[in-house]
Structure formats: C-alpha cells, structure tokens
Nanobody
Framework: QVQLVESGGGTVQSGGSLKLSCAASGRVFQIYFMGWYRQAPGYERELVATINNGGTTNYDDSVKGRFTISRDNAKDTMYLQMNSLQPEDTAVYYC??????????WGQGTQVTVTS
C-alpha cells in the first residue's frame, strides 16, 4: 500500500504561481512512476505531468514551459511548480503513484483556483 497526500493548492490571480507537493508513505520503494493529474468541473481527469524513477518527465502540451514536475527521493515527495497560471488551469489536482506489479494509488486532491 502507498498513501499519497497533496498540499499547496489555493487561489491565485492569473499569471501567478503555486507549488504543489505530494508526500508518499508506505511502500514507497515499490513506486516506479508518479504523476500529476487534474479534473475541472464537468470534465474528465487529465494528465498534467509525469516522472519516472529515472527522472524522465512528460508534460501535457497545455502546461509545457509553465509547469515543472520534480521528485525529492530523500523526502519521498513529488512537486509540481506551476508558473504563469491561467484560469483554465483551475481544477482539482491529484497525484498518482504506480508501483511494480501495476497497482496505482491516488491522493485526495488539492484545489487550484486561478482568477482573472
């Protein structure tokens, strides 16, 4: 089992920045892939960015150049630095971890609201 807890969400004006954190606990040594996803009201959950154990990152086109995903393995924490935020970035942001064997785990989500 892996437990994930997100933090760092909030309300920010357009053009502002936020940094989300996702703290992992439990069988963290089994994690090989982590990612950030978001879900806006009335929309399906969508991928934002991912990072694997080798440090390879992947971003949705809508956030490339604005968001940066990173991991601090010593702290078992993943981050999402979000710059130049726009109202369309408003959503609940979730972190996900995938472990060897294929099971995945989700956090409870953190709300990000960007006002114009």
């Amino acid at each position: 089992q892996v437990q994930l807890v997100e933090s760092g969400g909030g309300t920010v004006q357009s053009g502002g920045s936020l940094k989300l954190s996702c703290a992992a606990s439990g069988r963290v040594f089994q994690i090989y892939f982590m990612g950030w996803y978001r879900q806006a009201p009335g929309y399906e959950r969508e991928l934002v960015a991912t990072i694997n154990n080798g440090g390879t990152t992947n971003y949705d086109d809508s956030v490339k150049g604005r968001f940066t995903i990173s991991r601090d393995n010593a702290k078992d924490t993943m981050y999402l630095q979000m710059n130049s935020l726009q109202p369309e970035d408003t959503a609940v942001y979730y972190c996900k971890a995938v472990v060897y064997g294929g099971s995945d785990y989700w956090g409870q989500g953190t709300q990000v609201t960007v006002t114009s």
